[in-house]
């Protein structure tokens, strides 16, 4: 285990609706990073917050948005749902560096969200 | 656009057997790579990593490959076990827009081994 923990572990919405996703990271980790796993396909970078700003983005609409708390736990909010908004959302945890082995990420088990 | 991918979706071995999963990548300019493991219903492992700037590094029963003239990564498994049944991800270091490290993920591998 990593020690990396997420909430909810599964939850169902309808299209148009919001949801807010929580990830709690591993002790002394202060960067978190959200990533969406569609079925069949590798994780896709959302956003990545450090020391509770937004670090880097990947292409993600507007209505993808986070926070970070100052024990480092963060939240995934995505507003508007869409069908295609189904899927795996991963958070992972790391301390924050530049230098190679700074980017060794711990997964949390994700959240499986499905929108109808 | 830069891509990393895999080539073989599926890769099916007898347990005992060694076991190879190879890895395609296209930017030329990526300088360090990982490999992860995701077992059903749980989040990427971490397995193995290496620089650019190696050939080849070994692990506990893996070792991960790089052939940089032709931009392919492979990741060999030895002795596989049937807990080595997996999706095996290789990804690449890239750089977000704030600066960030992240890794780029290929589409995966799903490894099955049969007792």
């Known amino acids: 285990e990593t020690g990396v923990t997420q909430s909810p572990t599964h939850l169902i919405k309808t299209r148009g609706q919001q949801v807010t996703l929580r990830c709690s990271s591993q002790?002394?980790?202060?960067?978190v990073s959200w990533y969406q796993q569609a079925l069949g396909q590798g994780p896709q970078f959302i956003f990545q917050?450090?020391?509770?700003?937004?670090?880097g983005r990947g292409n993600f609409p507007p209505r993808f948005s986070g926070l970070q708390f100052p024990n480092y736990s963060s939240e995934l909010n995505v507003n508007a749902l869409e069908l295609d908004d189904s899927a795996l959302y991963l958070c992972a945890s790391s301390l924050g560096g530049t230098g190679v082995g700074g980017e060794t990420q711990y997964f949390g088990p994700g959240t499986r969200l499905l929108v109808l | 656009g830069e891509s990393v991918g895999l080539h073989l979706p599926t890769l099916s071995v007898q347990e005992g057997d060694n076991s190879i999963i190879n890895c395609a990548y296209s930017n030329s300019a990526s300088d360090y790579f990982i490999w992860y493991k995701q077992e059903s219903g749980k989040g990427p492992q971490f397995i193995i990593d290496i620089r650019s700037n190696m050939d080849k590094r070994q692990g506990q029963r893996v070792t991960v490959l790089l052939n940089k003239t032709v931009k392919h990564l492979s990741l060999q498994i030895a002795a596989t076990q049937p807990g080595d049944s997996a999706v095996y991800f290789c990804?690449?270091?890239?750089?977000?827009?704030?600066?960030?490290?992240?890794?780029?993920f290929g589409r995966g591998t799903s490894l099955i081994v049969h007792p």
């Open positions: 990804a690449e270091r890239g750089i977000a827009s704030g600066g960030s490290y992240i890794p780029t």
């Open positions: 002790s002394g980790h202060n960067t």
């Open positions: 917050y450090y020391r509770e700003e937004e670090n």
